[in-house]
Structure formats: structure tokens, C-alpha cells
């Protein structure tokens, strides 16, 4: 009696054994089909979990809510990660991918009245050490300049007038330049700026350039007010921060892919036409107001249109652009004691040069500043 108890005890133990392997692997073969189906970015969002920390381990969500306040939680940490920062990184942070100079396409827009007041100037000094990223974009022949940059001096065909035509114009060349080019960063500068490529590029290297990011410093104190034309006498108010042309800008090569529909091929100049501004608004029109990308500011990019005098000398080399120009009839200049007398050197620029490359062979050896 007690034999036979003892065999359907054993055979029940078995039986129930072999049932919990079949519902293991069962159950394990579902967990993996729904893996292996999940989309890349379900796996990706499962994955940030591990953001959340022990906090979150140690604070059960309440029943029904959990799930939904969960993903809520981690879509908005994803957004938080993925959206670029509107405030510009500190030039002493870890760089986030390698840069050099070469990797960056600056754009100088002039015209050709200009090419000796202004444009020379330039060419003495800081375009001197950066010619093979500098790209001069003007509106006549000029063989003189040819013959100092060669291929790098591109007549738009556009004309000299300083008309908002005009300057979208340029800055369509500019764009479908830059798009040829296959270089990571798109900088756009003024004949009036000092750029310091080597704190520019440091700069950038904060920035992936695969992300979407727009670089440089408002010339207003609120966003610009414009009407957008829709066709078929339809209009709608915009609003939109824009980095002004004069201080200079810079857009990533991942945003600059971005805005192709509205920029490249003629369509800056349509885009443009569509809110009667000039050529930076328009770039700021389509990166804020279509895209959704907004501005990042930065106080290192300077224009004519502020005090100059603001900036100390002990701080010239942390700047990436420097401008000049006239402000209620007098000079608006960096305010500093440099190789040259304001005489001189009426824009200062030769003076920050020699600041910055004392080794220039024209600048005067051993000069305290």
C-alpha cells in the first residue's frame, strides 16, 4: 500500500516538473519573439531605464498610473538628451568629437567696392593662417584676389546692391557652397569681423555636428515679428530668433541637410520672398520657425551693432569674432593698447592679431601690450 502511494507520489512530482520546464521555456520563447519584434526605438527607450537610477527603484508608481507615468518619464528624459542646448557649452568643456580647422567652412560675404577698405584687411590677418577653409563670396571679378586665394574667391553674380534680394542672393551661394564642400560646420561672417578660428573651432567641438545646432548672438531683445505668405493672398504672423549676420554664425552640417527643401538650389531666395526679411533672418525664418531648432546664443560672436569697448583686452582671446564700425559719430572699436596707434590701425585688427600671433612677420617684435 504504502509502495504503490509512493510511486504516484513520485510520478505526480514528475509530471509537475515536466509541466513547469514547458511553461519556462514557453514562457522565455515569448519574452524573445517580443524582443526581437520590438522597433529599434522601443528596445533604445527600454534601455534608458537604467537613467532613472536607484531613486526610481525605491519609489513604486501606483497601480494603473505606473506604466503611463513611466514612459511619459522616459520620453521626456529622451527629449531632454536629444534637444540641443540654448545656451552655449563652455570652451573649456570636453570637446565632444575631434575638430580641426579644416572641418569648418567659412563663408565671408563682401562686395566688391569693398575689396580694399575692407576685405584686404582681412586678408592680411586672420585669413592669412586660414585660407584653405576660408571662402570669399563677393560680386565682381576681382584677379588680384584671385591670385592671394584662387578658387576660394567666388563671384556670386549677385548684385552689389545691399538690398535683402541681394544679400539672400549670396547667402543661396553661400549654402550650396558649404553643401559641396562635405564639411562638418557652416560659419557665416561679415568683410567687418576678426574671426579667431582657433577659439572658434574649440567651440564648435563641443557640438556633434551631426546634431542639430545653430550658434551665434541676436541683435535684438525679443524675437523678430514677420508675415508668412501661403499663397492665394493667405498670410499668417511668425516669430523667430535669428543670429545677425553681423556678428557671424554657425550652423551643423546635420541641421544645414535639414534645411535643403527651403535653401538649397534657389530656394533661400523663395523662402526669402516668403518673409520679405534679408539673408540671416531667413536662415533663422527656416532653422526656428520651420524646423523647431532653436537658437543657441552665444557672447562670444560680437557685431557693430554693440559696444565694442565692453570687451577687455584680457578677454580678446576667448572671442570668436570681433567687429568695428561707428556708433553716434565715433568709433566703435575694441579699447585697447596694442602694436599699432588707432591711427594706424583704425579697426584694431592688426593690433589683435599680433595679440594673438605675436609671431606675424609684420607685427613689431617684442611689444608690450
Partial sequence: MLKNNGKKTAVSVASAACLCVVLL????????????????DDVGTRSLRSLDGAAQD??????????????????????????????????????????????????????????QSRLNLLLDTWISRNTQQTYIFTDGEDEELKKKIGSHAINTNCSAAHSRQALSCKMAV??????????????????????NVRTLVKHL???????????????LDRPIEATERLGDNKMRPVNFW?????????????????????????????????????????IGYII?????????????FHSHLENLQQVSRS????QITLSYGMFENKRNIINMKGAFPVEADPSRFKSVHCLLYPDTPWCPPQVAF
Fill in 25 to 40: 521555456l514557453v514562457a522565455a520563447q515569448h519574452h524573445r519573439v517580443q524582443v526581437e519584434d520590438a522597433p529599434l
Fill in 58 to 115: 525605491r519609489q513604486s508608481p501606483a497601480p494603473g498610473k505606473g506604466f503611463s507615468a513611466y514612459f511619459t518619464k522616459l520620453t521626456r528624459g529622451r527629449r531632454d538628451v536629444e534637444k540641443p542646448p540654448q545656451t552655449s557649452a563652455s570652451t573649456d568643456a570636453s570637446p565632444a568629437e575631434d575638430l580641426g580647422a579644416n572641418d569648418v567652412f567659412i563663408a565671408v560675404k563682401t562686395t566688391k567696392k569693398f575689396h
Fill in 174 to 195: 553661400e549654402y550650396d557652397k558649404f553643401i559641396e564642400s562635405g564639411k562638418k560646420w557652416f560659419c557665416h561672417v561679415d568683410d567687418d569681423n576678426y574671426v
Fill in 205 to 219: 567641438s563641443q557640438y556633434p555636428h551631426t546634431q542639430d545646432v545653430y550658434i551665434g548672438k541676436p541683435s
Fill in 242 to 282: 535669428f543670429a545677425t549676420g553681423g556678428a557671424g554664425f554657425c550652423v551643423s552640417r546635420g541641421l544645414a541637410l535639414k534645411m535643403s527643401p527651403w535653401a538649397s538650389g534657389g530656394h533661400f531666395m523663395n523662402t526669402a520672398e516668403k518673409i520679405r526679411l534679408p539673408d540671416d533672418c531667413t
Fill in 288 to 300: 526656428e520657425s520651420v524646423l523647431g531648432v532653436p537658437l543657441t546664443r552665444s557672447n562670444l
Fill in 315 to 318: 578677454e580678446i582671446h576667448k
